[in-house]
């Protein structure tokens, strides 16, 4: 078996990036030894660097790996499309590479600024969707600088490459806030290995466990923290379970946001950004009423009408409460591309809710890139959503990573569809129809204008899901009433009471529910 210290590296790209890769393989042996640079330069192939034979062009890898033999690639070509990287994938996968390496997303926009601490195993995520828009996000981030800076949900998807990017803003704080003790102490621990490893500025992280729907916590720990900026990232968010547990998502989300938004106007937060969902458009699932309420709930903030927060000093005068929006991101926990990868990796077959569902894709980093810029040029009160190019299918995505695993679909492993569930629609929308997109002279983010503000009593909404969420002693037979909670849903949000209608129908017509959101 190879070791680590025996290893024979090509790095492919001997730009500045695959130079300093190389330089830090060098610099610390046990990596292994760079034998060769792979490029397609032809002013660059048949030079030397530091020693090392720069070998191309890269379609001859095959040939070359024969005359000057290696174990494993790492990809180092932070320009590197989508496009560019399957062909890359396919060719060294043919060559006979026992690993496949390369730089992940964050690197792809820190101007070429490659760590060894960065590389990881290449993933079907990394081929499938759209080429990132490249950021300059030492740029984006200069309004964080020795700021306070606190995100929710930090131990999750969003939230911890949120915190992987803050590494390179200068905050004097970042604060780490979670609800489970596993995730924050994994990113708490991964933050500081790539500290070690030379990524970002020195930045003080503190990790802070919490629950969200702890008032009274929420309320105390923003006044310690004094977080000058919050990322809202914590949710629950899984479709199907959530209808399963309506309370539980409607305390979470919606209860977890208002404590939030109350403490950060009590405690002088300048900047809030809230992250939302496509599925708040016109909900028709408890997750995603969820979410649109939270939407709702922020606008509020922003107008500073609430008499709660402003008790005490005077904090809740000021400061910047903002919404991003965006569709589903590449490789999340619990989405479909770990799911898909679980079930390849067993042999299939691979499970589809519908063959023409489609969803809006993005990848981790390029999500968490965009919300951080918006979070720097947002307006106070203002709604924007993230450029997610065009819909993929579902069923296109399963065949390209049963591709990605070498096998061929249907004849090597069977995709079934098995019916969408409860909440899920075929398509989701991006806007609803009071609402229309505008460029912001941004990149891939836009605002979203409304053309008449929603007929929500958001008051009287609140006042009514507080005791169901909540056991209050005069309301005491509300507690967890789920019938009252989906009532109340109902009323305020159309598109919830015409999808419980259709539900009803459906039942009563002894077809399955759940074709009524197809």
């Not at 405690?267 to 028709?284: L, N, S």
């Not at 995709?415 to 929308?429: A, P, S, T």
């Amino acid at each position: 078996m190879t070791t680590r210290k025996s290893r024979r590296l090509y790095v492919i790209g001997a730009g500045f990036a695959g130079r300093s890769l190389a330089a830090q393989i060098r610099e610390k042996a046990v990596f292994g030894e760079v034998v060769a640079f792979l490029d397609d330069d032809l002013e660059k192939i048949g030079t030397r660097i530091d020693g090392v034979p720069v070998l191309g062009p890269i379609r001859d890898v095959a040939r070359l790996l024969r005359m000057n033999p290696a174990d494993e690639a790492i990809i180092a070509i932070p320009g590197a499309s989508r496009e560019c990287l399957k062909e890359l994938y396919c060719a060294l996968k043919k060559a006979g590479f026992e690993k496949i390496s390369i730089l992940p997303g964050i690197s792809q926009i820190v101007e070429g600024d490659a760590r060894l601490v960065q590389t990881r195993s290449i993933d079907p995520q990394d081929l499938l969707g759209r080429t990132p828009v490249a950021i300059n996000l030492r740029q984006s981030l200069a309004y964080l600088r020795g700021k306070r800076v606190l995100v929710t949900g930090a131990g999750g998807s969003i939230g911890s490459e949120l915190c992987r990017q803050l590494l390179l803003a200068g905050v004097a704080r970042l604060y780490l806030f979670g609800h489970g003790e596993n995730s924050i102490y994994q990113i708490d621990r991964d933050l500081r290995l790539l500290q070690e490893g030379g990524v970002g500025e020195k930045t003080c992280v503190v990790p802070v466990i919490g629950d969200l729907k702890d008032e009274r916590f929420i309320d105390h720990i923003l006044g310690r923290l004094r977080a000058d900026v919050i990322f809202h990232a914590a949710a629950y968010k899984h479709v199907p379970m959530m209808v399963e547990n309506p309370v539980a998502a409607i305390e979470n989300n919606v209860i977890g946001t208002e404590n939030l938004l109350l403490g950060a106007m009590r405690h002088g937060t300048k900047r809030f950004v809230h992250i939302t969902t496509d599925k708040a458009v016109d909900p028709v699932s408890v997750y995603g009423a969820s979410k649109h309420i939270c939407e709702r709930l922020v606008m509020e903030a922003s107008s500073h009408k609430w008499e709660a927060a402003s008790s005490g000093d005077d904090a809740a005068s000021g400061g910047n409460f903002m919404v991003v929006r965006f569709g589903n991101v590449l490789g999340s926990r619990g989405s479909i591309v770990p799911l898909f990868q679980r079930q390849i990796e067993g042999g299939g077959p691979v499970t589809v809710t519908h063959p023409e569902a489609r969803r809006w894709f993005m990848t981790i980093p390029e999500a968490c890139s965009l919300v951080l810029k918006a979070g720097g040029v947002g307006e106070n009160g203002r709604l924007y959503l993230l450029d997610m190019g065009e819909p993929v299918r579902i069923r296109d995505m399963a065949e390209q990573m049963i591709r990605f695993y070498g096998f061929e679909p249907e004849a090597d492993i069977k995709i079934e569809y098995f019916g969408l569930r409860k909440g899920e629609r075929l398509d989701e929308r991006l806007w609803s129809d009071e609402e229309e997109p505008r460029e912001t002279g941004h990149s891939r983010i836009l605002r979203l204008d409304r053309s008449r503000p929603p007929a929500m009593d958001l008051a009287r909404l609140m006042d009514e899901l507080r005791p169901i969420c909540r056991f209050d002693p005069e309301f005491p037979g509300l507690y967890r009433d789920e019938a009252r909670l989906r009532a109340a849903l109902a009323r305020e949000i159309p598109s919830m009471r015409e999808a419980q209608g259709l539900e009803k129908k459906a039942r009563a017509g002894g077809r399955a529910a759940v074709g009524a959101f197809s």
